[in-house]
C-alpha cells in the first residue's frame, strides 16, 4: 500500500487521493442519499466577481454531523493556456468538535461530483443507458462524463465534438484507454441523430448545439451555469419541453440555468432531480416517451456528498484507483 504523503497523513488531499475517495458509484449513490436527507442545509452560493473576467465561489453547506465550504475561482481566461479554468479547495469540518477533518481538491470534487449527479440523472431517466454517448467540449468535464458513464452505465461507444481537433484526439485518445470505442466528429449536430445519450461540457460562451435530439434521447447540460451563458439552442429547449421533459438539477436553476432561461421557459414550473429520485422515478416528473433534458448548474448539496463520501473513505486504504479527471460551479 503506497505511504500517504506527509499533507495527506494532516487530512490535506492532492487531485489522485481526492479521485481515491470517490468512486463513480458510491458518488452517484451518495448523491441521491443526500437528496433524501432532510437535515441537509445548503444556502445560495455567493458570487463574487472578480476584476480579470474571472469568479470567486463560496458555497458552504452541512447535514447533521458535517459542515463544508468549498472556495473556487472560475477563470475562463485561462482556456488554451494550460492552466485549469477551475481551482481551489473543499474544507471539511466535524461539527460536534469543530475540527477539521480534510481539504480536498476542488477542481477533482467539482468534476467528479458534477459528472455523477448526470450519472444519476441518467440511471433514472435514460432510456437507451448503454449509449452510444455524444460528448460536446473536450476538457475537464468531457472526461469526467466519459469515465461516469463509461463506469456506471456501461457505454462502449463515445462520440466526441470538439471546436478544437487537438483537444478532440487528446481526449479521444483518454477515453479509449478506458477501453470504449472512440469516434472524434467535426459536427456536434450532425452526430445527434447517432447517439441516445448527449453531455454537453463546453465552456458555453456561444451555442454548441442546435440539432434536435431523437425520441429517446437523453441529454445532460452541464456548461452552463450562470443566466448570461447559454450551450443549448433555444429551440432545442422548446422542443423537448413540447415532445419530453426537462428535469433541472436544484431550484436554483431558477437564477442560473441559462440555456432555458434564454429560451424563455419557465424554470420555476420544472421537477428538480429532487422530485425524480425522492419518487423513485414514480412520479409524473417527465412524459414517458420524448426526449429529456437534464440541466444541471452545481449545487454546494453536491459537494456535501462527496465530503461525507470522502470522510467514509479517509480512514482506509485508497480504493482502486480510477482515470484522474473540473464544469459547472
Do not use: Y
Amino acid at each position: 500500500m503506497p505511504l500517504a504523503s506527509p499533507l495527506e497523513s494532516l487530512g490535506v488531499l492532492d487531485a489522485a487521493a481526492t479521485v481515491a475517495r470517490l468512486p463513480w458509484s458510491a458518488l452517484a449513490d451518495e448523491i441521491a442519499a443526500l437528496l433524501q436527507d432532510s437535515t441537509v442545509v445548503v444556502p445560495q452560493r455567493g458570487v463574487l466577481p472578480l476584476a480579470q473576467g474571472g469568479s470567486l465561489f463560496v458555497m458552504p453547506a452541512t447535514d447533521r454531523t458535517v459542515a463544508m465550504a468549498k472556495l473556487i475561482t472560475f477563470t475562463p481566461g485561462n482556456a488554451g493556456t494550460g492552466r485549469p479554468s477551475i481551482q481551489g479547495d473543499v474544507v471539511v469540518f466535524d461539527i460536534a468538535t469543530g475540527e477539521r477533518r480534510l481539504v480536498l481538491d476542488g477542481p477533482t470534487v467539482t468534476a467528479r461530483r458534477t459528472a455523477a449527479v448526470s450519472l444519476l440523472a441518467a440511471r433514472h431517466l435514460a432510456r437507451v443507458p448503454h449509449g452510444p454517448l455524444l460528448i460536446v467540449g473536450a476538457g475537464v468535464q468531457g472526461l469526467a462524463h466519459a469515465e461516469a458513464f463509461i463506469h456506471g452505465l456501461g457505454v462502449r461507444e463515445v462520440w466526441i465534438a470538439s471546436r478544437s481537433s487537438a483537444s478532440a484526439e487528446a481526449l479521444a485518445a483518454q477515453v479509449r484507454a478506458l477501453g470504449a470505442q472512440v469516434r472524434v466528429v467535426a459536427d456536434a449536430d450532425a452526430a445527434v441523430p447517432h447517439c441516445p445519450l448527449i453531455a454537453t461540457c463546453t465552456t458555453a460562451s456561444t451555442v454548441a448545439l442546435h440539432a434536435l435530439p431523437r425520441p429517446d434521447a437523453f441529454v445532460t447540460a452541464v456548461g452552463a451555469f450562470t443566466p448570461t451563458m447559454a450551450e443549448l439552442a433555444p429551440g432545442l429547449c422548446h422542443h423537448v419541453a413540447r415532445h419530453g421533459g426537462i428535469v433541472v438539477d436544484t431550484s436554483d436553476a431558477l437564477h442560473e440555468a441559462g440555456d432555458l432561461l434564454q429560451a424563455g421557459l419557465d424554470v420555476a414550473a420544472l421537477p428538480t432531480l429532487g422530485d425524480v429520485v425522492c419518487s423513485h422515478g414514480t412520479a409524473a416528473t417527465v412524459r414517458h416517451t420524448g426526449p429529456v433534458l437534464f440541466k444541471s448548474c452545481g449545487w454546494a448539496g453536491w459537494d456535501l456528498a462527496a465530503a461525507r463520501l470522502a470522510l467514509r473513505h479517509a480512514s482506509q486504504a485508497p480504493a482502486a484507483m480510477e482515470p484522474l479527471t473540473a464544469t459547472s460551479a
